[in-house]
């Protein structure tokens, strides 16, 4: 074939093939190729690319954006089995050459053929993608320097890198790593990795130039856990594993700097002493270690353990010098806007959902057990990557009172507020109901029902007057700032069923979220008593709203704060112009004028 020799020829041949085939399965199309002419085209597609693979950019690029997808849409048409096999083997092959510009089909790769092991990352595919591509951005981006990465113990925050900077020696096999953490022996296992990973053979068929032979053994010009060297490295040494307690004075990298794990445990994560040591020797002395002239590229894992530990600290850092926003693509992330850094905090259970953000690792079932048998501060820090300290949760099970059974009132009817949403979305519409409760010649409020749902305040006339009805509810206080609507709605709802005892009162709120959960935060504690942990489910409205309240968290650190802040508007609207003691009401009566 005449084209091997002009690379501009291949090139434009198989995007000439790749655009007929996709033409042909657009739903417009309508002179379909049979599948027999597209199988003879796919293996002249593969000739072709065979012929054009070294040129590796663009054949990995060509792969990644228009072969694999075809190949994937094939094997799904396509029920003929000869057909299959030829696609499934292309299909890997593609991936191996998307392997040398994309981290990803690296490690898709390297797993393929290897189905009676564990993968690694199929699994975790979900919440590991937008670290896969930030881990190549580290190594390809110039313009790329930092990486925070947390996630709880065992979701996949060392291993990845380890594979990340033995495909980073696929790409430029000159530079140097320096690897830090507290453990000696992990970060020693660690290099170890590395140096297995370069040895192994999906490695050496993804960077044939780099493929490891046993018999040559100036492959490697040192090689122990510790430091090791490749020939073709221009500094010392290619790798540095250090602990954080090592002198690291002589160690030069200029690749990358993993700072991974640094406590054993939580209390160590809470001597503010030693995150002050490690944040300032981190800027001092590690960051320090990148080659001069050069801003340093630094990858930062772990799990949080407490509110002002070393990741913590280092994330505070990165706010206040780089504004963030949330990544389209990937969850969990945030990209600053300049695009030089990103930080990754992957909970166990998904903020908005409360399921297993990784349920082949750990069910949802799994997780709130889990839950329910740890301290909330640790939780929210350690599982969630909320960093938290036990004092800030201002509404924490064992800041409130509690009861574990309804006590019964000589007081009739029950007393609410809402918190409405404008629509349905990020917010909650809260709705709490309170039994009024005399003891000792004072009244208490007891948290006996609530409405607790992300569902637009249009949608919830008929549940709010179903709960009026249902709770006998006296008094009705309304946040009108969000919508005027709803108490003329409500009230004439109530009016058609005949019902006349629920007096309504609209509250325009110009105080902010914050201040006034602040401001009524002793009269939550003082004044109102909640049902004790675990008497409603997770999923039910009593269930979300506590969930919401206990992991309320004053720092700022909360996706929302609508059950705190429907509870300080009952405590200033209802508590608080209602302390006048007030004599008990005949059921009797009530129902002669119902």
């Known amino acids: 074939m005449n084209n091997k020799l002009d690379p501009h020829k291949i090139k434009e041949t198989i995007e000439e093939i790749l655009s007929l085939l996709e033409r042909n399965f657009k739903f417009s199309y309508v002179e379909k190729l049979s599948y027999e002419n597209i199988y003879e085209m796919m293996q002249d597609l593969f000739l072709l690319f065979k012929s054009f693979e070294k040129y590796v950019k663009e054949c990995g690029l060509l792969t990644i954006k228009r072969y694999i997808p075809l190949l994937d849409l094939l094997i799904k048409v396509d029920d003929n089995k000869a057909h299959a ?33 564990e ?47 033995a495909w980073s020696f696929g790409i430029d096999n000159k530079g140097a790593i320096l690897s830090l953490c507290s453990n000696d022996d992990v970060v020693k296992a660690g290099s170890r990795t590395v140096i297995d990973e370069i040895k192994s053979q999906a490695f050496g068929e993804v960077f044939p130039s780099m493929k490891y032979d046993e018999e040559d053994k100036n492959y490697f010009l040192k090689e122990t856990d510790e430091k090791w060297k490749l020939r073709t490295a221009k500094l010392q040494y290619s790798y540095y ?25 939580y209390k160590e994560a809470m001597n503010k002493e030693l995150n002050s040591y490690y ?16 801003i340093p590229n630094v990858c930062i894992t772990g799990t949080l353990w407490a509110s002002g530990d070393y990741i913590d600290l280092k994330i505070q850092q990165l706010k206040r010098e780089h504004k963030f926003k949330k990544h389209p693509k990937y969850p969990y992330t945030l990209v600053s806007e300049d695009e030089s850094c990103a930080i990754i905090q992957v909970p166990a259970l998904d903020y908005v959902t409360n399921k297993s953000t990784c349920p082949e690792l750990k069910s949802t079932k799994d997780l709130l057990k889990e839950k329910a048998n740890m301290e909330p501060y640790l939780w929210e820090t350690n599982f969630q990557q909320r960093p938290t300290n036990p004092e800030s949760l201002s509404f924490s099970y064992d800041k409130l009172r509690c009861y574990e059974k309804l006590p019964k009132s000589d007081l009739i009817g029950s007393y609410a507020v809402i918190d409405a949403t404008r629509k349905s979305g990020k917010d909650y519409f809260a709705m709490p109901i309170f039994s009024k409760v005399e003891n000792d010649k004072t ?18 006339y008929n549940d709010i007057v179903e709960k009026i009805i249902e709770n006998h509810i006296v008094m009705l206080v309304i946040e009108s700032n969000v919508t005027s609507e709803l108490k003329q ?12 005892y629920c007096e309504i009162y609209e509250k325009y709120n110009t105080i902010p979220k914050a201040t006034r959960i602040e401001n009524e935060k002793h009269i939550i504690k003082k004044k109102l008593v909640f049902p004790q942990r675990g008497m409603y489910g997770i999923n039910t409205h009593l269930g979300k709203f506590m969930e919401n309240l206990t992991s309320y968290n004053a720092t700022g650190i909360n996706s929302n704060d609508d059950a705190p802040d429907s509870c300080a508007l009952f405590g200033s609207e209802i508590v608080e112009e209602n302390m006048q003691t007030q004599e008990a009401i005949p059921l009797q009566g009530i129902r002669e004028f119902m």
């Open 443 to 460: 009244f208490d409020y007891y948290l006996k029902d609530a409405l607790f749902t992300r569902t637009a305040t249009k949608d919830m």
């Open 119 to 165: 993968k690694f990352f199929e699994p975790r595919y979900n919440i590991l993608v937008g670290y896969m591509h930030y881990l190549q951005e580290l190594e390809c981006n110039p313009n790329f320097h930092t990486l925070i990465f947390n996630a709880p113990s065992g979701y996949g925050k060392t291993y990845p890198k380890k594979i990340s900077e």
């Open 85 to 117: 096999i030829e696609y499934e083997k292309q299909l890997k092959y593609a991936y191996k050459m998307g392997a040398r510009i994309s981290l990803e089909h690296y490690m898709v790769y390297r797993e393929w053929d290897e189905p009676e092991k």
């Open 241 to 265: 594993a250090k602990t954080t307690q090592a002198n690291v004075v002589g160690s030069r990298a200029s690749k990358s700097i993993h700072i991974d794990d640094l406590y054993p445990d």
């Open 489 to 500: 709605n409500v009230e004439k709802l109530l009016e058609e069923k005949g019902v006349y």
């Open 279 to 294: 944040y300032n020797k981190s800027i001092t002395v590690w960051e320090k270690r990148f080659v001069q002239h050069l």
